[in-house]
């Protein structure tokens, strides 16, 4: 099968149920810089201590500006957050966002987030869109079996890039991109780009390889930073979806579709996605029994809103991995008054 060899089943540390149970904190949209708001590093360590995961999941927009001028100022920037993951002996994980993106940038990011002690992201299969394209699997207590995989997606950065790739037109005359981007499917000024069919297939030919092994389909959850196009159908039919949650900003999802939702359907076995990039949407709904959600955003140095800032929360069960809990996590429940 191919890309056998890139769903690589050991963590750089145990990913493992205790006591029957399982908890993933997602956040996003930290947008770092090198003179980063302290706050951010105060509001993940309250989250961590309130919320006690298992696992934490960094979805894309971790580093923004001069962070990411080199190789040297992202790793002061990660090392401080890596610090806050380290004294709890917490593992954590991250996928790129579009202000991340690694295809626009002159070093190897994912060499520097390698160095990190607790940080367990995997370098994707060179040969498909994208980088941080993996899976991390959660065994049971004994770690003989997977009860539950993680999936993350590179979700890239701009339409202007598929644009070029695939000859497109010229993504800086406005009228070539409007043609592209129809104003019937989106509501942001700028346009993001859509997973690649070949990351779809990635996830599609694993899931089938985890079931073979296993003799069932392993139940799952997919992290990416840019929402998936069906996200706009939860908020349009708020009833229908039993939407729940805040969404001050419109989805910033892609205007093409690759399908992705659609190989969910198909295998069954991911019920649950969570995405970032919308900085002040911490709403959920359900669409075709799919779970989408967003976990709101947590910096102090681009826009979120204070009453919204924090994560969200995964609880996992042994006995049902399928059934999965969430809600979020507000930082502002955890901080100490000073």
């Not at 971790?62 to 790793?75: C, I, P, T």
């Not at 070539?176 to 297939?201: E, F, I, K, R």
């Not at 996830?203 to 992290?223: C, D, V």
Request: some cysteine.
């Amino acid at each position: 099968m191919e890309h056998e060899a890139s769903y690589e089943i050991k963590n750089k540390m145990p990913l493992r149920f205790h006591d029957g149970r399982f908890r993933i904190l997602s956040i996003s949209d930290l947008h770092g810089i090198v003179n980063y708001d302290r706050r951010l590093t105060r509001d993940l360590a309250a989250l961590l201590d309130g919320v006690k995961p298992d696992l934490l999941l960094v979805l894309g927009d971790v580093a923004d500006h001069d962070a990411l001028e080199s190789a040297e100022s992202l790793r002061g920037y990660l090392s401080d957050l890596n610090a806050v993951m380290a004294a709890r002996n917490i593992p954590w994980a991250h996928t790129f966002g579009n202000h991340d993106c690694e295809a626009h940038r002159t070093f190897s990011q994912m060499a520097v987030y390698e160095e990190m002690s607790h940080c367990i992201s995997k370098r994707g299969p060179e040969d498909i869109h994208g980088v941080t394209n993996y899976v991390l699997p959660i065994r049971s207590e004994d770690g003989e079996k997977i009860l539950f995989n993680v999936w993350l997606l590179d979700s890239h950065d701009s339409l202007a890039d598929l644009m070029r790739e695939f000859d497109l037109g010229d993504p800086a005359n406005k009228w070539d991109l409007q043609c592209a981007y129809p104003s019937c499917l989106h509501g942001w000024a700028t346009c993001y780009n859509t997973l690649n069919v070949d990351q779809v297939m990635w996830y599609y030919n694993g899931s089938r390889k985890f079931e073979r092994e296993a003799g069932h389909k392993i139940p799952g959850l997919l992290g990416l930073h840019i929402p998936l196009p069906e996200y706009r159908i939860i908020h349009k039919n708020p009833a229908e979806s039993y939407y729940e949650g805040v969404m001050r900003e419109t989805n910033g999802n892609p205007p093409l579709n690759a399908g992705m939702l659609n190989a969910l359907l198909d295998r069954g076995d991911v019920k649950t996605v969570v995405a970032g990039h919308d900085h002040i949407n911490d709403c959920a709904g359900t669409f075709m029994g799919i779970r989408l959600t967003y976990d709101a955003g947590l910096s102090y140095d681009c826009y979120c809103h204070d009453d919204l800032r924090g994560g969200r929360v995964f609880d996992l069960s042994a006995d049902d991995p399928a059934a999965v809990v969430t809600y979020m996590a507000r930082a502002r429940d955890y901080v100490k008054a000073e």
